[in-house]
């Protein structure tokens, strides 16, 4: 991946320097200080204890709510899993990683088993899936407390007459990176110049080893298994009795030879070799540890004085009722922890690779990298960090100093990040340093109180020299004669918005608050000359930034190099400027930019990032683009509304993201899907082999791009190089599709010949073993020789109106008579259906698996004729069919819903992400309206009801502790 594809995660952190809480700009109202009675529901007010790790968990959620297979962590790094049942890839743990592909894979009598369901905690991923036979697989995968092992637990259960062997491919290609390879937001993964060789070590251990490293795998299994090897792995298989079930436990340690060469000899593997034999003697013990440490660490986290952590988090508890608040803060704070490393610091550098000697970078003891587990492993990125600092300051403040303080020996006009291992600065510049190393180091002394720290000498100057300097940084980056920062090009800004460049109003906002805010701390320092040409030049800036705005619209205007000015409706702008600037902003300007915003960005239970009326739409990158939003973007959003004085929309937004976590963790991005169509469960009859027909009556009011966008009926699955089903579906003006995966490949045949949008339709997909036939209206329009099997794609469902692996490939427009059958339909056969004037003809075939005539008119299921079932209709609304026809079907975006899923890998985005903790921070700062300043506690807005019965305790500020309440008439602090 380019440098600059990592603009994308450094884009996210902007909105986090609009989470500062403190500061000239906002104002702060003193906090009435009462008595503490007990909240409306009897709980009390002191300081309490989080929920329970495991109340955490998100949901079960089925493949198809899965875009983003999901990672565990242990706190050295993280590994992901794949689609199969037990399949796992993405192994990174520090200076050990894959190379992102799959591995640990798990078969049933050779047929590789998908995963029908998945569910996310902080310590475990739990999957379970049923083959055709009836077989059923559930699997538990963690990884070892602060240890470089997988522990993979697995229980097969064979319901069936016979017996069914389980096999496990065990072929993770795992190198050391340790330096001098090459760290940043890409990793320095394995690739072909590594060779892997597998060797027994006993009959029930593997041994792997890596060409081009010091790096070896080894495998312990329990019970012994029958174990093959092959050039790059081994397979582990089990026979399960007929009618019984089997336990199985797998360990994989990784580690380095003795010689710290690549191996020669396998007792150069021994210490390898017996800490994984000795974890699987004590599996169970391993495996209790990986969680039960787990949650020490997460109440570690909001105990005072605890023995990890240098500070604490508050505890948050809301009357009965209000729980979504307080599952979306504990959340956002877990998304956190899954992102903390405590194996990058001085003890580790000899197995990091780091040279020794006076003067050399060491590390920190525990530092929060940007995301794991497939990208920005070992590094923070600038803008990231800005959007969690608060909640760092509270949590570990020693880190947060000791991090800041390296940050402020950088050239924050070179590179984006920092790197870890090396403590070096990695990327290109990026525009949003200034602002969030400003909005770091002030959040480090508001909320830890520290303020002797703004008198400390980094780099040869005090701390607050620095952030005078960096505050007025942006006056390097006015072109001649004009008067705003220029932030450069695409590669510097969002990377996939061309036109968001050069001026724009966010980052020049920022500016303003800089020099706002560094104004105030040399007012307090006693340097009023200083402070008030500070005020003088924000206020001058502020005049020519308020002049990008585009009045009566809610959006604002970036100036081009040339002098043009182009509006893009994008939330940044929201989420910084407006947040920044608010006590500037005019009352109907704000109300316009809400408009905006809520009109045209929220969807479902989350938002998109740019407008799909914007002259850029539609741009599919889910972070910035139109398909979704990066994680930090609705909780600045939610944060500017209170900024405005809305608490009720600042609330209901809140509230709204809090279904996310029904996915897990919240992550780099989250994607917008319309879940649309009628789902009919798998059976095996819906997975006919030699021949299929598939045909519907169709009406579309439109057609996407591409002719594979708009599934008709679909049952089709893709799991890495393995292809499965089939698929009916159209686009491209009307080209219609049908594809098979024949052999394990997918076969397309596409016509020339196109249906229009609007007019009823006959289409049909015919295979017969020999040949593929696409009909409309009767007639076949293509013809493609092909031959081969045709592949199951077990556990999938049958999907009308949608794809069952992608819910964007949806079909828009109205569908009727439904229908599979398990053999080849003749061409008098199709001609007759089509012209046929009631739909009763071919109702009565034996081959005819599955029908779906839509024709009850009205509720929210529909019945299956073949198998009597009842079905869900979802996004889809009832209409007229053709005259004899009754009812049908119809689709389209004003009855599809929207609801986010993790966005996935292909898409750039990590599973786990620190800056995802801005929803916990937003929450602490304007739901509570902590804005510690000067090391005083104070709140913001203390008057203003923000609508919840709320307490958070255990508010930690130079030793003191704190409980702010929020009633009906405002908030108190004691």
Same mark, same amino acid.
């Given at each position: 991946m380019s440098t600059t594809r990592r603009t994308v995660l450094a884009a996210s952190a902007a909105a986090g320097i609009a989470a500062v809480t403190a500061g000239t700009a906002h104002a702060h109202t003193p906090a009435p200080k009462t008595g503490n009675p007990p909240l409306p529901d009897g709980s009390s007010a002191a300081p309490g204890r989080p929920p329970e790790l495991d109340s955490l968990a998100g949901d079960w959620l089925s493949a198809r709510e899965v875009r983003h297979c999901p990672a565990v962590s242990n706190f050295w790094g993280a590994v992901g899993t794949s689609p199969n049942v037990l399949g796992i890839s993405y192994f990174t743990l520090p200076p050990y990683l894959d190379d992102g592909g799959e591995s640990c894979a798990l078969s049933v009598d050779g047929v590789p088993v998908t995963a029908g369901e998945s569910r996310w905690s902080a310590y475990e991923i739990t999957r379970r899936a049923t083959t055709d036979s009836g077989v059923t697989v559930r699997t538990a995968t963690r990884l070892a407390f602060e240890r470089n092992e997988l522990l993979l637990h697995i229980t097969v259960s064979n319901p069936t007459a016979a017996p069914v062997t389980v096999s496990v491919e065990t072929g993770p290609r795992i190198a050391n990176g340790a330096?001098?390879?090459?760290?940043?937001?890409?990793t320095p993964r394995p690739g072909d110049d590594h060779t892997f060789t597998a060797r027994k070590i006993s009959g029930s251990t593997l041994l792997i080893s890596d060409s081009a490293s010091s790096a070896v795998t080894a495998f312990a299994f329990a019970p012994a298994p029958a174990l093959t090897t092959a050039s790059g792995g081994g397979r582990a298989q089990w026979s399960v009795t007929a009618g019984k079930s089997v336990t199985i436990s797998i360990v994989m340690a990784v580690g380095q030879t003795s010689t710290g060469l690549p191996l020669k000899d396998a007792d150069e593997a021994n210490g390898v070799v017996d800490a994984c034999t000795t974890t699987l003697r004590?599996?169970? %013990? %391993?495996?209790?540890?990986? %969680?039960?440490?787990?949650?020490?660490?997460?109440?570690?986290?909001f105990t005072p004085g605890n023995d990890h952590y240098s500070g604490s988090l508050p505890v948050l508890r809301t009357k009965t009722g209000d729980s979504a608040v307080a599952r979306l803060y504990y959340m956002s704070i877990l998304s956190v922890l899954a992102c903390e490393r405590t194996n990058l610091g001085p003890e580790f550098s000899t197995v990091l690779g780091r040279p020794g000697g006076p003067g050399t970078f060491q590390g920190l003891d525990r530092i929060y990298v940007t995301a794991a587990p497939e990208f920005a492993v070992t590094t923070t990125y600038y803008w990231d960090t800005s959007y969690v600092s608060a909640v760092l300051a509270l949590l570990d403040p020693r880190m947060l100093r000791d991090k800041v303080s390296h940050w402020l020996t950088k050239d924050l006009l070179v590179g984006y990040a920092v790197e870890w291992i090396t403590g070096n600065t990695v990327g290109p510049w990026y525009s949003a340093n200034d602002l969030s190393v400003f909005t770091t180091v002030l959040n480090y002394v508001n909320y830890s109180g520290d303020t002797s720290f703004l008198k400390a000498t980094v780099a040869g100057r005090t701390v607050l020299a620095h952030l005078k300097s960096i505050a007025t940084n942006w006056e390097r980056l006015v072109p001649e004669g004009q008067s705003l920062a220029d932030y450069g090009e695409n590669h510097n800004l969002m990377e996939v918005l061309p036109k968001y460049v050069h001026q724009v109003a966010s980052f020049n906002a920022g500016n303003v608050w800089m020099m706002q805010q560094a104004a105030g701390l040399f007012a307090r320092a006693d340097d009023a000359a200083t402070a008030e040409d500070l005020t003088a030049r924000a206020e001058a800036l502020r005049t020519e930034v308020l002049k990008l705005y585009v009045d009566g619209t809610g959006v604002w205007n970036c100036r081009h190099e040339d002098g043009t000015t182009v509006a893009v409706r994008f939330v940044l702008d929201f989420c910084i400027a407006g947040n920044l600037l608010a006590a500037s902003l005019p009352e109907e300007q704000k109300t316009d930019m809400k408009r905006f915003v809520t009109d045209e960005l929220l969807a479902g239970d989350w938002m998109r990032a740019l407008s799909l009326s914007d002259s850029q739409a539609p741009v599919a990158r889910t972070d910035h683009g139109t398909s979704g939003a990066y994680d930090a973007w609705p909780s600045l959003t939610a944060q500017t509304f209170a900024r405005f004085g809305d608490y009720p929309a600042f609330l209901s937004m809140l509230e709204r993201c809090a279904g996310v976590t029904r996915n897990g963790p919240f992550s780099q991005s989250h994607e917008l899907l319309q879940y649309a169509g009628v789902r009919v469960t798998d059976r095996p009859a819906l997975n006919p082999a030699g021949a299929v027909t598939v045909s519907a009556w169709i009406n579309p009011s439109s057609w996407p791009e591409n002719p594979w966008e708009g599934s008709i009926i679909a049952k089709d699955?893709?799991? #890495?190089?393995?292809?499965?089903?089939?698929? =009916?579906?159209?686009? %491209?003006? #009307?080209?219609?599709?049908? @594809?098979?995966?024949?052999?394990?490949?997918f076969v397309e045949t596409l016509t020339t010949t196109t249906v229009p949008p609007s007019g009823w339709h006959h289409v049909a997909g015919v295979y017969d073993g020999e040949q593929v036939r696409i009909y409309i209206d009767g007639t076949a329009h293509a013809t493609r020789s092909a031959t081969g099997g045709i592949t199951s794609s077990t556990n999938t469902p049958v999907v009308v109106g949608n794809?069952?692996?992608?819910?964007?490939?949806?079909?828009?427009?109205? @569908?009727?008579?439904?229908?599979?059958?398990?053999?080849?339909?003749?061409?008098?056969?199709?001609?007759?259906?089509?012209?046929?004037?009631?739909?009763?003809?071919?109702?009565?075939?034996?081959? =005819? @698996?599955?029908?779906?005539?839509?024709?009850?008119g009205n509720g929210t299921k529909t019945t299956e004729s073949v198998t009597s079932r009842a079905f869900d209709i979802e996004g889809a609304a009832w209409s007229g069919s053709r005259t004899g026809f009754g009812s049908a079907l119809t689709l389209s975006d004003a009855t599809t819903d929207y609801r986010a899923a993790i966005a996935p890998v292909d898409q750039w985005q990590t599973f786990n992400s620190m800056a995802s903790g801005n929803f916990s921070q937003t929450v602490i700062s304007d739901l509570f309206g902590y804005a510690p300043e000067d090391a005083t506690a104070e709140l913001r807005s203390a008057t203003m009801p923000r609508g919840i019965t709320a307490t958070l305790s255990g508010v930690v500020l130079n030793g003191r502790n704190h409980t702010i309440t929020s009633r009906p008439e405002g908030l108190s602090l004691t």
């Open positions: 330096l001098p390879a090459h760290w940043e937001w890409d004590a599996f169970r %013990a %391993a495996f209790d540890t990986a %969680a039960e440490s787990w949650k020490k660490r997460w109440h570690d986290a699955s893709w799991d #890495g190089g393995r292809d499965a089903g089939y698929a =009916l579906r159209g686009g %491209a003006d #009307g080209t219609i599709s049908f @594809v098979l995966a024949l052999d394990g490949h794809c069952p692996a992608d819910s964007s490939r949806r079909f828009s427009g109205s @569908v009727d008579e439904a229908r599979i059958y398990a053999r080849a339909l003749s061409a008098a056969e199709i001609d007759a259906q089509y012209r046929a004037a009631t739909p009763a003809t071919g109702a009565d075939d034996s081959s =005819l @698996v599955l029908r779906l005539p839509f024709a009850e």
